[in-house]
């Protein structure tokens, strides 16, 4: 399966941002979805991640009610509803997918596809 990220881009603290991931293939619906970020010089963390279904969302504390993640089984296509951003969501936002299960999980090495990422920039 190939990801496509794409949404990023500069935004005002307290602004908002959607950003979406275009997946290939036809078994779209079987698999997890998630969003990792990676801020510059630090490592990759847990955003949040979505059933094949879509019924079940789980998310990072650092992120949890502000972020909201879906998906569109139809459209192929997961998203990220990013609100009242703060500078320290600064980083570059890589979804991926868990085509091994189809429950949610957090942990980043369940992933083995993944998209080239779209930078989010939160300014002051």
């Known amino acids: 399966v190939q990801l496509q990220a794409s949404g990023g881009g500069l935004v005002q603290a307290g602004g908002s941002l959607r950003l979406s991931c275009a997946a290939s293939?036809?078994?779209?619906?079987?698999?997890?979805m998630g969003w990792f970020r990676q801020p510059l010089g630090k490592e990759r963390e847990f955003v949040a991640a979505?059933?094949?279904?879509?019924?079940?969302?789980i998310y990072g504390d650092s992120v949890k009610g502000r972020f909201t993640i879906s998906r569109d089984n139809t459209k192929n296509t997961a998203y990220l509803f990013m609100n009242s951003l703060k500078l320290e969501d600064t980083a570059i936002y890589y979804c991926?997918?868990?085509?091994?299960?189809?429950?949610?999980?957090?942990?980043?090495?369940?992933?083995?596809?993944w998209g080239q990422g779209t930078l989010v920039t939160v300014s002051s």
């Open positions: 293939g036809r078994t779209f619906s079987r698999y997890a």
């Open positions: 991926a997918a868990d085509r091994s299960r189809l429950f949610a999980s957090r942990i980043i090495t369940d992933y083995d596809h």
């Open positions: 979505i059933s094949g279904s879509g019924d079940t969302t």
